[in-house]
Protein backbone atom coordinates (compact mmCIF):
# COMPACT_ATOMS: atom_id res chain seq x y z
CA UNK A 1 0.00 0.00 0.00
CA UNK A 2 1.45 3.38 -0.74
CA UNK A 3 2.16 5.77 1.71
CA UNK A 4 -0.58 8.69 0.32
CA UNK A 5 -2.93 6.16 0.16
CA UNK A 6 -2.12 4.97 3.94
CA UNK A 7 -2.66 8.29 4.95
CA UNK A 8 -5.59 8.63 3.56
CA UNK A 9 -6.86 5.73 5.38
CA UNK A 10 -5.65 7.30 8.53
CA UNK A 11 -7.37 10.50 8.11
CA UNK A 12 -11.04 8.78 7.03
CA UNK A 13 -10.40 6.05 10.23
CA UNK A 14 -9.70 9.15 12.44
CA UNK A 15 -13.07 11.31 11.43
CA UNK A 16 -15.24 8.28 11.64
CA UNK A 17 -13.88 8.02 15.52
CA UNK A 18 -14.77 11.88 15.95
CA UNK A 19 -18.10 11.94 14.45
CA UNK A 20 -18.87 8.15 16.74
CA UNK A 21 -17.70 9.95 19.72
CA UNK A 22 -19.60 12.63 19.27
CA UNK A 23 -22.97 10.73 18.17
CA UNK A 24 -22.21 8.77 21.11
CA UNK A 25 -21.85 11.98 23.18
CA UNK A 26 -25.30 12.85 21.47
CA UNK A 27 -26.90 9.87 22.46
CA UNK A 28 -25.99 9.20 26.15
CA UNK A 29 -26.29 13.23 26.98
CA UNK A 30 -29.70 14.17 29.07
CA UNK A 31 -30.77 16.90 26.74
CA UNK A 32 -33.39 17.68 28.59
CA UNK A 33 -31.88 18.64 31.66
CA UNK A 34 -29.14 20.65 29.90
CA UNK A 35 -31.89 22.47 28.42
CA UNK A 36 -33.50 22.69 31.44
CA UNK A 37 -30.15 24.08 33.36
CA UNK A 38 -27.87 25.87 30.77
CA UNK A 39 -30.82 26.82 27.72
CA UNK A 40 -33.80 28.38 29.73
CA UNK A 41 -34.76 31.24 27.44
CA UNK A 42 -37.35 32.90 29.99
CA UNK A 43 -33.80 33.51 31.92
CA UNK A 44 -31.70 34.41 28.95
CA UNK A 45 -34.08 37.36 28.00
CA UNK A 46 -33.94 38.55 31.41
CA UNK A 47 -30.18 39.06 31.39
CA UNK A 48 -31.11 41.73 28.18
CA UNK A 49 -30.10 44.23 27.97
CA UNK A 50 -27.82 45.00 30.97
CA UNK A 51 -25.38 41.78 29.78
CA UNK A 52 -24.57 44.09 26.64
CA UNK A 53 -25.04 47.44 27.37
CA UNK A 54 -23.38 46.94 31.30
CA UNK A 55 -21.39 44.02 31.14
CA UNK A 56 -20.33 43.71 27.19
CA UNK A 57 -19.48 47.26 27.06
CA UNK A 58 -17.32 46.72 30.19
CA UNK A 59 -15.53 44.34 29.13
CA UNK A 60 -14.39 46.30 25.88
CA UNK A 61 -14.01 49.48 28.06
CA UNK A 62 -11.18 47.79 30.10
CA UNK A 63 -9.53 45.56 27.52
CA UNK A 64 -9.05 48.79 25.38
CA UNK A 65 -8.06 50.99 28.67
CA UNK A 66 -5.70 48.02 29.39
CA UNK A 67 -4.37 47.92 26.01
CA UNK A 68 -3.82 51.29 25.45
CA UNK A 69 -1.85 51.36 28.96
CA UNK A 70 0.02 48.66 27.90
CA UNK A 71 0.93 49.58 24.35
CA UNK A 72 2.82 52.57 25.89
CA UNK A 73 4.87 51.23 28.79
CA UNK A 74 5.34 48.22 26.23
CA UNK A 75 6.96 50.56 23.78
CA UNK A 76 8.82 52.19 26.95
CA UNK A 77 10.45 48.83 28.17
CA UNK A 78 11.13 47.53 24.84
CA UNK A 79 13.54 50.91 24.14
CA UNK A 80 14.86 50.58 27.86
CA UNK A 81 15.89 46.93 27.42
CA UNK A 82 17.42 47.85 23.86
CA UNK A 83 19.37 50.57 25.07
CA UNK A 84 23.15 50.68 25.84
CA UNK A 85 22.76 52.23 29.07
CA UNK A 86 23.01 49.27 31.61
CA UNK A 87 20.64 50.66 34.11
CA UNK A 88 17.81 51.23 31.92
CA UNK A 89 18.33 47.60 30.78
CA UNK A 90 18.42 46.12 34.16
CA UNK A 91 15.25 48.20 35.40
CA UNK A 92 13.27 46.70 31.90
CA UNK A 93 14.64 43.22 32.68
CA UNK A 94 13.41 43.34 36.09
CA UNK A 95 10.09 44.62 35.17
CA UNK A 96 9.39 42.30 32.71
CA UNK A 97 10.34 38.84 34.34
CA UNK A 98 8.24 40.13 37.52
CA UNK A 99 4.81 41.07 35.89
CA UNK A 100 5.22 38.17 33.13
CA UNK A 101 6.28 35.83 36.34
CA UNK A 102 3.82 36.68 38.66
CA UNK A 103 0.08 35.67 37.94
CA UNK A 104 -2.27 38.59 36.53
CA UNK A 105 -4.74 37.41 39.42
CA UNK A 106 -2.02 38.35 42.37
CA UNK A 107 -0.75 41.10 40.45
CA UNK A 108 -4.41 42.76 40.60
CA UNK A 109 -4.78 41.82 44.18
CA UNK A 110 -1.79 43.21 44.63
CA UNK A 111 -2.63 47.05 43.44
CA UNK A 112 -6.12 46.78 44.74
CA UNK A 113 -5.22 45.76 48.22
CA UNK A 114 -1.87 45.81 49.06
CA UNK A 115 -1.25 48.78 47.26
CA UNK A 116 -3.46 50.59 49.45
CA UNK A 117 -2.30 49.19 52.87
CA UNK A 118 1.07 49.37 52.62
CA UNK A 119 1.46 53.49 51.11
CA UNK A 120 -1.87 54.71 52.36
CA UNK A 121 -2.88 55.49 48.59
CA UNK A 122 -5.69 54.78 46.54
CA UNK A 123 -5.28 54.49 42.92
CA UNK A 124 -7.97 57.05 40.99
CA UNK A 125 -11.10 54.70 39.84
CA UNK A 126 -11.09 52.73 42.63
CA UNK A 127 -10.80 49.30 43.11
CA UNK A 128 -11.60 48.50 39.44
CA UNK A 129 -8.77 51.43 38.45
CA UNK A 130 -6.73 49.34 41.05
CA UNK A 131 -7.34 46.24 38.88
CA UNK A 132 -6.86 47.92 35.56
CA UNK A 133 -3.57 49.38 36.63
CA UNK A 134 -2.61 45.69 37.58
CA UNK A 135 -3.93 44.13 34.17
CA UNK A 136 -1.94 47.36 32.20
CA UNK A 137 1.41 46.32 34.59
CA UNK A 138 0.87 42.58 33.17
CA UNK A 139 0.25 43.86 29.54
CA UNK A 140 2.78 45.87 29.31
CA UNK A 141 5.46 42.91 30.25
CA UNK A 142 4.23 40.81 27.51
CA UNK A 143 3.97 43.68 24.78
CA UNK A 144 7.46 44.57 25.57
CA UNK A 145 9.05 42.01 24.56
CA UNK A 146 6.85 41.69 21.55
CA UNK A 147 7.54 44.98 20.30
CA UNK A 148 11.37 44.09 21.32
CA UNK A 149 11.06 41.39 18.46
CA UNK A 150 9.72 43.06 16.54
CA UNK A 151 12.02 45.96 16.36
CA UNK A 152 15.15 43.40 16.06
CA UNK A 153 13.41 41.67 13.15
CA UNK A 154 14.04 44.71 11.16
CA UNK A 155 16.70 44.79 8.75
CA UNK A 156 19.87 46.79 10.68
CA UNK A 157 20.58 47.83 6.66
CA UNK A 158 16.87 50.64 7.58
CA UNK A 159 18.72 52.10 10.64
CA UNK A 160 21.95 52.22 8.46
CA UNK A 161 20.23 53.50 5.59
CA UNK A 162 18.56 56.43 7.78
CA UNK A 163 21.89 57.44 9.36
CA UNK A 164 23.34 57.99 6.25
CA UNK A 165 20.76 59.98 5.35
CA UNK A 166 21.32 62.12 8.57
CA UNK A 167 18.97 60.84 11.22
CA UNK A 168 19.40 60.97 14.66
CA UNK A 169 19.11 57.74 16.31
CA UNK A 170 15.81 58.94 17.90
CA UNK A 171 14.64 60.08 14.39
CA UNK A 172 15.30 56.62 13.00
CA UNK A 173 13.74 54.69 15.78
CA UNK A 174 10.51 56.85 15.81
CA UNK A 175 10.11 57.16 11.95
CA UNK A 176 11.73 53.89 10.58
CA UNK A 177 12.35 50.91 13.11
CA UNK A 178 9.14 51.42 14.75
CA UNK A 179 6.63 51.73 11.83
CA UNK A 180 8.43 48.83 9.97
CA UNK A 181 8.30 46.62 13.39
CA UNK A 182 4.68 47.31 14.28
CA UNK A 183 3.78 45.64 10.73
CA UNK A 184 5.33 42.65 12.04
CA UNK A 185 3.98 42.04 15.21
CA UNK A 186 0.42 43.12 13.89
CA UNK A 187 -0.64 39.59 14.77
CA UNK A 188 0.87 38.67 18.02
CA UNK A 189 -0.26 42.12 19.43
CA UNK A 190 -4.20 41.65 18.09
CA UNK A 191 -3.74 38.25 19.90
CA UNK A 192 -2.56 39.96 22.89
CA UNK A 193 -6.06 41.93 22.88
CA UNK A 194 -7.42 38.49 22.63
CA UNK A 195 -6.14 37.31 26.00
CA UNK A 196 -6.65 40.94 27.85
CA UNK A 197 -10.46 40.81 26.67
CA UNK A 198 -10.27 37.65 28.69
CA UNK A 199 -8.63 38.24 31.48
CA UNK A 200 -10.53 41.35 32.37
CA UNK A 201 -12.54 38.44 33.70
CA UNK A 202 -9.99 38.51 36.58
CA UNK A 203 -10.98 41.43 37.58
CA UNK A 204 -13.84 40.16 40.24
CA UNK A 205 -10.86 39.67 42.79
CA UNK A 206 -10.74 43.60 43.46
CA UNK A 207 -14.91 43.33 43.61
CA UNK A 208 -16.86 45.69 41.57
CA UNK A 209 -20.22 47.54 41.64
CA UNK A 210 -23.68 47.17 39.70
CA UNK A 211 -22.23 49.58 37.04
CA UNK A 212 -18.78 48.11 36.56
CA UNK A 213 -19.05 44.40 36.46
CA UNK A 214 -17.49 42.96 33.27
CA UNK A 215 -19.12 40.33 31.88
CA UNK A 216 -17.99 37.33 33.75
CA UNK A 217 -18.65 38.80 37.11
CA UNK A 218 -22.28 39.77 35.55
CA UNK A 219 -22.80 36.22 34.45
CA UNK A 220 -21.68 34.52 37.31
CA UNK A 221 -23.98 37.28 39.91
CA UNK A 222 -26.94 36.08 37.16
CA UNK A 223 -26.42 32.56 38.07
CA UNK A 224 -25.62 32.85 41.67
CA UNK A 225 -29.39 34.57 41.51
CA UNK A 226 -31.34 32.39 38.86
CA UNK A 227 -29.92 28.79 40.80
CA UNK A 228 -29.36 28.40 36.89
CA UNK A 229 -26.33 28.30 34.46
CA UNK A 230 -27.97 29.98 31.12
CA UNK A 231 -26.44 33.28 32.37
CA UNK A 232 -23.03 31.86 32.31
CA UNK A 233 -23.70 30.03 28.77
CA UNK A 234 -24.46 34.26 27.81
CA UNK A 235 -21.75 35.14 29.07
CA UNK A 236 -19.33 32.39 26.88
CA UNK A 237 -22.00 33.19 23.87
CA UNK A 238 -20.89 36.89 24.13
CA UNK A 239 -17.18 36.36 24.43
CA UNK A 240 -17.10 34.22 21.13
CA UNK A 241 -19.01 36.21 19.56
CA UNK A 242 -16.21 38.93 20.22
CA UNK A 243 -13.05 36.63 20.57
CA UNK A 244 -13.42 34.77 17.08
CA UNK A 245 -13.02 36.92 14.45
CA UNK A 246 -10.26 38.16 16.64
CA UNK A 247 -8.54 34.99 16.17
CA UNK A 248 -9.86 35.06 12.48
CA UNK A 249 -8.10 38.14 12.01
CA UNK A 250 -5.12 36.99 13.43
CA UNK A 251 -5.00 33.79 10.93
CA UNK A 252 -5.37 36.04 8.15
CA UNK A 253 -2.98 38.69 9.05
CA UNK A 254 -0.56 35.94 9.43
CA UNK A 255 -1.09 34.78 6.05
CA UNK A 256 -0.59 38.01 4.18
CA UNK A 257 2.36 38.30 6.03
CA UNK A 258 3.93 35.02 5.05
CA UNK A 259 2.88 35.77 1.36
CA UNK A 260 4.28 39.25 1.67
CA UNK A 261 7.52 37.99 2.90
Given at each position: M?????????RAGMYVLFFAAL???ALLADWERISNQFFRLDIARDQFPEIVTIALKNTLLFTLISFAGGLVLGILFALMKLSSVGPYRWF???WIELFRGLPALLTIFVMAYVVPIA???????????AGLVGLIFVASAYMAEVIR???QAVPKGQSEAARSLGMSPAETMVRIILPQGFRIIIPPLTNEFVLLLKDTSLLFIAGSTVLTKELTTFARDGQTTTGNGTPLVMGALLYLVITI?????VAVLERRMARGR
Open positions: RLTTRRRLTAAVATVFGFRIPGGNVGSGIPLTRL
